[in-house]
């Protein structure tokens, strides 16, 4: 059979390549399309593509067909035309099948590789089968344009995988570039396979008859056709891009909503204008205590009833109004199904489309915690700590309310201060702690004495007490209450083991008689307290206006006390104490007075309260020991006689860092041997023996003797005896006033003595005034008195005059 050689249009074999071109830059641009849709649409994209790819890539192959000049008039078969068709568009929806997957393993990419391959060459040998003209080829060759295949395939669907999402601003050009060697590859194989074709001049029939035509200007009309579909393909992939721009910027929106939404750390609940819940996140599920199921598609009224009861209507109303348009922001409570009552912050947003309310957003958050730390500060702003009682804030607040009230009506109402005598004595020896402990128990007293009346406890501070009383029959009921109150704060204490008692001082004022103000009502009230406790403290008492003489009085002998010790208006008297059997002076007591320039001499009952309570009875203490002690040396050096001097200290003295130290640096100072000196201390400096026995121990190595005051009027205990370093026991006046008249107190004194001697203690009994007392006295082996029966306090010079005799003291 005869060959027939041809020769090449080279317009058409360069138009066969840009159509490859195109084509494969279609196959990269369409890959992205698909590997990011899904469902129907992915389906609908694999399918358009295969069809524009596959129709791409039979042109290419078509017009390289034509491109071929023959000597001969070519037909062909029409039906096996349209199966190389399918051919072609078949292998291409198989590479956009594989390249549209998230992921390409290698064995994914031979697979596939081989069915392109197997598509390409079977649309490629199907359609030069569509000529009708016998062919016949050279199997070399035939099998290299074979493996040309392959290889293309491989690159094709690398390349499409690789370059499907590059829409990068850039990338263009890569997918240009890459679509060239696609195209390539494309059409080598192409031309391969053409080289592997013998054509010989003879003819076939064809399954129907051919369309003979003239095959140059086919060839043009089939590249101006593919250009037509490609340039329409990639039209079409340009508006998808925009719209899928568009498309994804409102699902990156979606995203960021349902983030939002979902992470929200707000519970959301979305309601629609039928009023039904349409949406919730799972914050809103776990602060109501819902489920899903009891909510969504449920109407929103269904959601009323974990509301508290009060507020359901108020919130009923400001849900209904943010479907007219207005944001609204509330605060409700709710009580979950397990009980569990919860505050929260709600916000009403209306959803507003196109202009009209379509729906409303209920955002809410819980915040109970958040309110309940408000609280605990709005708390403790009006409130004690310690106690828990109103604080001085919260009853001005109060009374200030109460004045406003009571004006109108011209109610009265009264203001109680109370403060507790000898708490201060409690808290320096026991320390802070137990000194709450036992604020604490007087609070809590004071209440319970208070049940029954219309009455507010705030504490203003350390020891003080306030009272606002309302609503009282007659001044007989205030007072009833102010003895009930003094009554059960008398009762022990417990503290650390030991039973203590302490009384309270109460001054009242009335509204309005007494003042139209708080800081009038508060001032007036303490008045009247302070008199109380210049009174002997433990009782009670109405203010009146001679109070206010006596307040000026004090508050200008406060200022007049604090310039007295640089003015040198204190003096030092001295109180002889007498041995009874021979009536010698065996010790002897400094007693501070105050030589006031205009008021004259001031007992230590005027000026010693104050100077406690201001603070000056540490700098007075001081000097009083240095002149005590200077004064006894310069006896001493005179010849006097070799007795002590006894000084009373001060709880803030005993109490002070290095006590011993400071006393040893007065003794060394004025020249007094420590024997010579005796120190005179009460029985409630020693209430914290840890603190106390250290104390006494200290004092009593360095020699310096301790001698025990006021015994029997405080916190007596026998321990303080037997622990501590005591070498003297006082008995105090109060025992001694009525012992001639008092079994008791007989009795006690008796005993005290009795006690010190089998203690191997000296034993003195102060406020002798009489003879009887003194024979009672002696009765009782008591060897040591102290008292005006045998002398009053004398001055420094007067005490020479009259004591340092030799022999004994004459009466």
Known sequence: MEHVHGSYDSLL???????????????????????????????????????????????MHFIGMLALKLPISIEYDLVIVL?????????????????????????????GGLMLATGISVMHYVGMAAMLVPITYDPITFIFSILIAFGASIAALWLSFYFRKGDKQGEWWKKLASGAIMGAAIVGMHFTGMMAANFHNSSKSALFYGIILDQKWLAYFITGGTFFTLGLSLLGIYIS???????????????????????????????????????????????????????VNQPISSLNEIIVPEDQERVKQMFHRSFEGETLNHETSIVRADG???????????????????????????????????????????????????????????????????????LPFAVMVLDIDRFKMINDSLGHTVGDQFLQEVSMRIQQALKGHDAMLARMGGDEFTLLCRNYESLETIELLAKEIIKTIQAPYRLMDNDFYVSASIGISLFPSHGHDAIKLLKNADTAMYEVKKKGKNDYQFYSNELDQKLLEKIELEGDLRKAIGRGELLLHYQPQIRTEDHAMIGIEALVRWEHPSKGLLSPGLFIPIAEETGLIYEMGTWVLREACRQMRKWHDEGGPQIPISVNLSSQQFHQPQLAEYIMAILEETGLEPEFLELEITESMMMDASISSGILNQLNENGIRISLDDFGT????????????????????????DITENNNDRAIVSTIIAMAQHLNMEVIAEGIETKDQLDILTDNACRKIQGYYFSKPLSASAVEQRFFIPGRLEK
């Open 714 to 737: 405080g916190y007596s205990s026998l321990s303080y005896l037997k622990m501590f370093p005591i070498q003297k026991v006082k008995i105090d006046r109060s025992f001694i006033r």
């Open 83 to 111: 199966l190389s068709v399918f051919a072609a568009i078949g292998a291409a929806f198989i590479a956009l099948f594989v390249v549209g997957r998230s992921e390409l393993t290698g064995s994914q990419l031979l697979i």
């Open 241 to 295: 891009k925009r719209l899928a721009i568009k498309d994804s910027e409102l699902e990156q929106n979606e995203k960021w909503y349902k983030s939002l939404y979902e992470n929200n750390q707000d519970g959301i609940v979305s309601v629609d204008l039928q009023r039904r819940v349409i949406s919730h996140n799972s914050i809103a599920l776990q602060i109501t205590g819902y489920s899903s199921k009891e909510v």
């Open 13 to 59: 074999v360069i138009f066969s390549y840009i159509i490859a071109v195109m084509a494969s830059y279609t196959a990269l641009d369409l890959a992205g399309r698909v590997s990011t849709s899904k469902g129907s649409t992915r389906l609908r994209w694999l399918m358009l593509g295969a069809a524009s790819m596959g129709m791409g890539i039979w042109s």
């Open 340 to 410: 569990k009552r919860l505050e929260l912050s709600v916000t009403n947003v209306p959803v507003v489309i196109d202009g009209k309310v379509v729906g409303s957003y209920i955002i809410f958050k819980d915040i109970t915690e958040e309110k309940q730390a408000k609280n605990r500060i709005n708390h403790l702003a009006f409130h004690d700590e310690l106690t828990s009682l109103p604080n001085r804030r919260m009853f001005n607040q109060t009374i200030a309310e109460a004045i406003e009230e009571n004006s109108s009506a011209k």
